[in-house]
């Protein structure tokens, strides 16, 4: 049965059910408190439902917010479900320090925080590096997106692909709340394009302490870009044990993705192009992306007393990934050239992370000592052809289809049978105190990671071992919060990134890379952050400030060789906000003022200079169970070049839910519109180091679901 013939029988079954009216009720909290430094439990929501009251700090497991000296906010899977989110891409376009592009060359979703990139294959899952999905993560395998500002190398150990200096984000899997749910839910994402889903998830056991939850989603055809069919197909099934002592989980995941006719970015040369129409694919219709993704994760904790507690993680993943691209440059009049590009990617990660927690008094002073050893192992089986570089022409603004031209211009391995061209073993070791005064008011961190970091490049063609890294840094951390009352919390912290050297590409705009396959040594950069919370118990905000600097890179094209050259230093402001400050009003929002500077004295590229968001959601007292909301997102300024800016852009979102009953189950209706005033607008350049792509963004696009509880 085909996904369109379950949409239409699952919708004549919801109508069938009956129109009587009602709220509809929440089926899905966690029933649980949270657990402070547990690797294990999640932080309960906040006031509104939109955010959580703490979230994952790396070594240190879940801690609360304003007892945390770092910024972060924690997005509930509520959000998600509310906003229809497809992806988690989705979900940070409510955060006012993120923003949402490309990967270089792919279709990877990529999220630029504090100015720097964070790679999708560079969150964590649960804790656990390296065992996502590349290049998107479906909205319905997860529960909290987390999303921490600043280096991690220190919390979370360097990230294996190279990313997470401006920040980290942490995936966690869903989990069987207290009641039982059976939701399935049926959706239009505009064009042709449906969806259908269910959530299911029980409790068992003398006192349900385990707990199982299963989520399968599905989604095809073509929405609102011309000729882009996007197909995808999800399972996540999650195990829980919620013990006194004894607390553990399992997660398995499947995910299935595929673009044809996916729109490329458009690489400028010279001035910036007129954006052509929102709904414009300049696509050719030979192009695909397709990635299939099977991960998983095993974690527990035990409390050998009242003081110690051991926990344990392992996980995987297996991934291949087949991409046909033709990716073009743009003349400043809207002429395109572009060639092909074929390569194919298998991937093998394992992932461990273990660790200790004891807590002890000293006089005055509370200790928490903290412990762990992480390792992540990576082989990556690679092959790419690429067409002659001479191109063919096509135009941004009247899309001419050609014929697809013959890869063997520039080849590199076996498109059918790659071989391991990239082997990867990061290795640390970590210990922390975090010591309270005066009653908690006065809290202190200090600690370090030592870190062995492995890389080996292997020639396409032969696999023989080429160039390759090994060596080792300690990344030190200090952090201090005070909290002069119980609503405010004070905090400065020194943190270290530490980015494992790249390995220099192949091609860059056209030109090959005289050292391609040369793998760079490892970067380190450097954080200074004081801010300030507030908590009002149902309304919350914190404001900060800080600096980043971190060893730079970029492609010479007069040498043809990619090299670190230099450093990028970014100061910045943020204000977010977020709560329930008057009952049924619900507010996420915030600013971030950013100054970059690299060594030519210019702006980085694709860093834009003040960014802002504000999400509102009101439900309408006059009749129960309708919910309005609406969402403004404003980007200013982006480099391109040194003497080339990308405009300012803003993006106007609306949505309205009904909750009612239909035959005694809990029904809701959503319908949103984003992109609502139709603009035709670039909304990133790059994300990659020194890639000046451009991003188009998505029209008009319309979206409804209808979801039922029973």
């Known amino acids: 049965m085909n996904l369109r013939s379950t949409f239409l029988l699952s919708t004549t079954a919801v109508i069938l059910a009956g129109p009587a009216m009602a709220q509809e009720t929440r089926t899905t909290e966690l029933g649980e408190v949270i657990v402070t430094g547990s690797q294990v439990r999640q932080a309960p929501a906040y006031a509104g439902g939109q955010v959580a009251t703490g979230g994952r700090v790396g070594m240190f497991g879940s801690q609360d917010v304003m007892d945390t000296p770092f910024a972060f906010t924690s997005y509930t899977e509520e959000l998600a479900r509310n906003q229809q989110a497809r992806s988690v891409g989705d979900v940070l376009q409510n955060d006012p320090v993120v923003r949402v592009t490309k990967g270089f060359g792919n279709f990877q979703e990529l999220y630029v925080v504090r100015g720097f990139p964070v790679y999708s294959d560079d969150m964590t899952w649960n804790g656990l590096y390296g065992v996502l999905p590349r290049q998107f993560v479906a909205s319905e395998l997860v529960e909290r997106v987390e999303v921490f500002h600043g280096p991690t190398a220190f919390l979370n150990g360097a990230a294996p692909g190279g990313s997470n200096v401006g920040g980290a984000i942490n995936l966690t899997p869903k989990r069987a709340g207290s009641l039982p749910l059976n939701r399935v839910t049926l959706g239009w994402d505009g064009g042709d394009a449906l969806y259908a889903a269910g959530d299911f998830s029980r409790r068992f056991g003398e006192n349900d302490e385990w707990g199982g939850r299963l989520n399968l989603a599905a989604r095809d055809g073509e929405a609102t870009i011309d000729r882009e069919n996007r197909e995808l197909q999800v399972l996540g099934l999650g195990v829980d044990r919620r013990g006194?002592?004894?607390?553990?989980?399992?997660?398995?995941?499947?995910?299935?993705?595929?673009?044809?006719?996916?729109?490329?970015?458009?690489?400028?040369?010279?001035?910036?192009?007129?954006?052509?129409?929102?709904?414009?694919?300049?696509?050719?219709?030979?192009?695909?992306?397709?990635?299939?993704?099977?991960?998983?994760?095993?974690?527990?904790?035990?409390?050998?007393?009242?003081?110690?507690?051991?926990?344990?993680?392992?996980?995987?993943?297996?991934?291949?990934?087949?991409?046909?691209?033709?990716?073009?440059?743009?003349?400043?009049?809207?002429?395109?050239?572009?060639?092909?590009?074929?390569?194919?990617?298998?991937?093998?990660?394992?992932?461990?992370?273990?660790?200790?927690?004891?807590?002890?008094?000293?006089?005055?002073?509370?200790?928490?000592?903290?412990?762990?050893?992480?390792?992540?192992?990576?082989?990556?089986?690679?092959?790419?052809?690429?067409?002659?570089?001479?191109?063919?022409?096509?135009?941004?603004?009247?899309?001419?289809?050609?014929?697809?031209?013959?890869?063997?211009?520039?080849?590199?391995?076996?498109?059918?049978?790659?071989?391991?061209?990239?082997?990867?073993?990061?290795?640390?070791?970590?210990?922390?105190?975090?010591?309270?005064?005066?009653?908690?008011?006065?809290?202190?961190?200090?600690?370090?990671?030592?870190?062995?970091?492995?890389?080996?490049?292997?020639?396409?063609?032969?696999?023989?071992?080429?160039?390759?890294?090994?060596?080792?840094?300690?990344?030190?951390?200090?952090?201090?919060?005070?909290?002069?009352?119980?609503?405010?919390?004070?905090?400065?912290?020194?943190?270290?990134?530490?980015?494992?050297?790249?390995?220099?590409?192949?091609?860059?705009?056209?030109?090959?890379?005289?050292?391609?396959?040369?793998?760079?040594?490892?970067?380190?950069?450097?954080?200074?952050?004081?801010?300030?919370?507030?908590?009002?118990?149902?309304?919350?905000?914190?404001?900060?400030?800080?600096?980043?600097?971190?060893?730079?890179?970029?492609?010479?094209?007069?040498?043809?060789?990619?090299?670190?050259?230099?450093?990028?230093?970014?100061?910045?402001?943020?204000?977010?906000?977020?709560?329930?400050?008057?009952?049924?009003?619900?507010?996420?929002?915030?600013?971030?003022?950013?100054?970059?500077?690299?060594?030519?004295?210019?702006?980085?590229?694709?860093?834009?200079?003040?960014?802002?968001?504000?999400?509102?959601?009101?439900?309408?007292?006059?009749?129960?169970?309708?919910?309005?909301?609406?969402?403004?997102?404003?980007?200013?300024?982006?480099?391109?070049?040194?003497?080339?800016d990308l405009d300012s852009w803003t993006r106007l979102d609306a949505g309205v839910r009904y909750a009612f009953e239909a035959g005694d189950r809990p029904v809701t209706l959503r319908a949103r519109v984003e992109n609502l005033a139709d603009e035709d607008q670039w909304v990133a350049a790059g994300g990659y180091p020194g890639a000046n792509y451009l991003t188009l963004g998505a029209p008009r696009t319309f979206r409804v679901s209808l979801s039922t509880d029973f």
């Open 244 to 644: 006194d002592r004894a607390r553990f989980s399992a997660d398995l995941g499947w995910q299935n993705h595929r673009i044809d006719a996916p729109r490329p970015a458009v690489t400028p040369s010279g001035a910036v192009p007129t954006p052509p129409t929102a709904d414009i694919n300049f696509a050719q219709p030979w192009t695909y992306t397709d990635e299939e993704q099977l991960f998983g994760v095993v974690r527990g904790e035990f409390d050998v007393n009242d003081d110690l507690t051991v926990w344990a993680a392992f996980g995987g993943r297996s991934g291949k990934e087949d991409n046909v691209l033709a990716n073009p440059r743009s003349a400043p009049d809207g002429t395109l050239s572009a060639y092909r590009f074929d390569n194919v990617r298998e991937d093998h990660i394992f992932s461990a992370d273990v660790g200790v927690r004891f807590d002890l008094t000293t006089g005055a002073i509370d200790h928490r000592i903290v412990a762990s050893a992480s390792q992540v192992q990576l082989r990556s089986e690679n092959a790419y052809a690429f067409s002659s570089f001479a191109g063919f022409a096509s135009n941004l603004y009247n899309p001419v289809d050609v014929a697809p031209p013959n890869p063997d211009f520039f080849v590199g391995g076996d498109l059918d049978d790659p071989l391991t061209t990239e082997r990867s073993r990061a290795t640390s070791f970590a210990i922390a105190d975090q010591m309270s005064f005066l009653d908690g008011r006065l809290l202190a961190t200090v600690g370090a990671r030592y870190q062995e970091i492995e890389t080996g490049a292997y020639d396409y063609n032969t696999g023989v071992k080429g160039s390759g890294y090994e060596g080792d840094a300690v990344t030190p951390a200090f952090a201090v919060v005070f909290k002069p009352s119980d609503s405010i919390s004070l905090y400065a912290n020194y943190a270290e990134a530490l980015v494992p050297g790249k390995t220099a590409p192949t091609v860059v705009n056209g030109t090959p890379v005289a050292n391609a396959g040369e793998v760079l040594d490892p970067f380190r950069g450097e954080q200074v952050e004081a801010g300030v919370k507030y908590d009002a118990g149902a309304f919350g905000a914190r404001l900060n400030v800080f600096r980043v600097v971190l060893a730079s890179e970029s492609f010479d094209p007069a040498t043809g060789v990619y090299a670190a050259n230099g450093e990028q230093e970014n100061r910045g402001v943020e204000l977010s906000v977020y709560g329930e400050p008057v009952e049924g009003l619900r507010l996420i929002g915030g600013a971030a003022l950013l100054d970059t500077e690299i060594p030519a004295g210019t702006s980085a590229i694709g860093v834009p200079d003040y960014q802002t968001n504000l999400n509102v959601e009101w439900d309408v007292a006059a009749l129960s169970g309708l919910t309005l909301e609406g969402r403004v997102v404003h980007t200013g300024k982006q480099a391109v070049s040194p003497t080339v």
